[in-house]
């Protein structure tokens, strides 16, 4: 039997005491529980109670909410340590997703930008041939 399912016959001899001492239903998949959470269901209320003042509120320079950010305010919060990548797996399962700070340079001078794009950038774009 084991040979026709293509399975070890171990598993068949399980199976056969499973189904002989627990009927059908102990046949049925079970799917595996994993390692349980760190934060309790209450910690994660609370979590998103802080996410949504803010990081500034949570004493961050910026509003932005990154995953080291969230591993951080978790740890000083909580006392529960999160790696920085398992941090975004846990803000998808709470539907929140983890924001990217968009990059600037300091010295990036806004007002020479907008002047060059008023004055040079006309004469140098290329002309429609018509």
């Known amino acids: 039997m084991a040979r026709a399912v293509g399975v070890?016959?171990?598993?068949?001899?399980?199976?056969?005491?499973?189904?002989r001492f627990g009927g059908r239903a102990a046949l049925r998949a079970v799917p595996a529980s994993g390692r349980p959470p760190r934060l309790s269901p209450g910690q994660r209320q609370r979590l998103e109670k802080h996410l949504l003042k803010g990081a500034q509120a949570a004493g961050f320079a910026t509003d932005l909410w990154t995953c080291p950010r969230v591993?951080?305010?978790?740890?000083r919060t909580f006392d529960i340590r999160y790696h920085v990548d398992h941090v975004c797996r846990l803000l998808h399962q709470m539907n929140w997703s983890p924001q990217k700070p968009t990059r600037k340079a300091i010295e990036r001078d806004e007002e020479g930008i907008s002047?060059?794009?008023?004055?040079?950038?006309p004469a140098i774009k290329k002309k429609r041939a018509g």
């Open 8 to 19: 070890d016959p171990r598993s068949v001899r399980r199976w056969k005491h499973d189904l």
């Open 115 to 121: 002047q060059w794009v008023k004055q040079a950038w």
């Open 71 to 75: 591993a951080e305010h978790i740890e």
